[in-house]
Antibody
Framework: EVQLVESGGGLVQPGGSLRLSCSAS????????MHWVRQAPGRGLEYVSA????????YYADSVKGRFTISRDISKNTLYLQMSNLRAEDTAVYYC???????WGQGTLVTVSS | DIQMTQSPSTLSASVGDRVTITCRAS??????LAWYQQKPGKAPKLLIY???SLESGVPSRFSGSGSGTEFTLTISSLQPDDFATYYC?????????FGQGTKLEIK
């Protein structure tokens, strides 16, 4: 059974940092580019970041460029999103996904507030 | 960035109705388009990929069509489980932008 399980979300103050993890199982993680998508409360889906299957290429939305870093550890079948200098507008549920497939995590909530 | 525009934003319909949702891309994306269904508190669920290919396990009442800049998602006969929000997404190039969503409500 394919599983993507996010962790690491929580409440953080503006300007703070957080690292999200996404643990993958049930499929060959190293064969897939991986992505982070977020959804602010009551809003639509926003594409955040991507990393190629071998980790050699990355992409960031303008809204997070310079503040977020995506990485992966193929030996641990885990995807990461290091988030720094967090802002209130980064408050959202963060999903990891192996697009374009049915492989999505359940999401982890990040709340940026003082 | 490629902009994706869905219409309508909200759609009221009844069980058994045939409904169509439209998605327009700001430039040609060939057939690199996906459709997702999302229910409250849940992750998006892939319905259609490459504009018209049905994901495994998705009921055949869902269908997709289009290419270039104009795409449609059709549900041939609405079932109670279909009331949800639907998103299109282009994956022709980064960022893989989403439409703003179409909320399908019970009339």
């Amino acid at each position: 059974e394919v599983q993507l399980v996010e962790s690491g979300g929580g409440l953080v103050q503006p300007g703070g940092s957080l690292r999200l993890s996404c643990s993958a199982s049930g499929f060959t993680f190293s064969n897939y580019a991986m992505h982070w998508v977020r959804q602010a409360p009551g809003r639509g889906l926003e594409y955040v970041s991507a990393i190629s299957s071998n980790g050699g290429s990355t992409y960031y939305a303008d809204s997070v460029k310079g503040r977020f870093t995506i990485s992966r550890d193929i030996s641990k079948n885990t995807l990461y999103l290091q988030m720094s200098n967090l802002r209130a507008e980064d408050t959202a549920v963060y999903y990891c996904s192996a697009m374009v497939t049915s492989y999505w995590g359940q999401g982890t909530l990040v709340t940026v507030s003082s | 960035d490629i902009q994706m525009t869905q219409s309508p934003s909200t759609l009221s319909a009844s069980v058994g109705d045939r409904v169509t949702i439209t998605c327009r891309a700001s430039q040609s994306i060939s057939n690199w388009l996906a459709w997702y269904q999302q229910k409250p508190g849940k992750a998006p669920k892939l319905l259609i990929y490459k504009a018209s290919s049905l994901e495994s396990g998705v009921p055949s009442r869902f269908s997709g069509s289009g290419s270039g800049t104009e795409f449609t998602l059709t549900i041939s006969s609405l079932q109670p489980d279909d009331f949800a929000t639907y998103y299109c997404q282009q994956y022709n190039g980064y960022p893989y932008t989403f439409g703003q969503g179409t909320k399908l409500e019970i009339k």
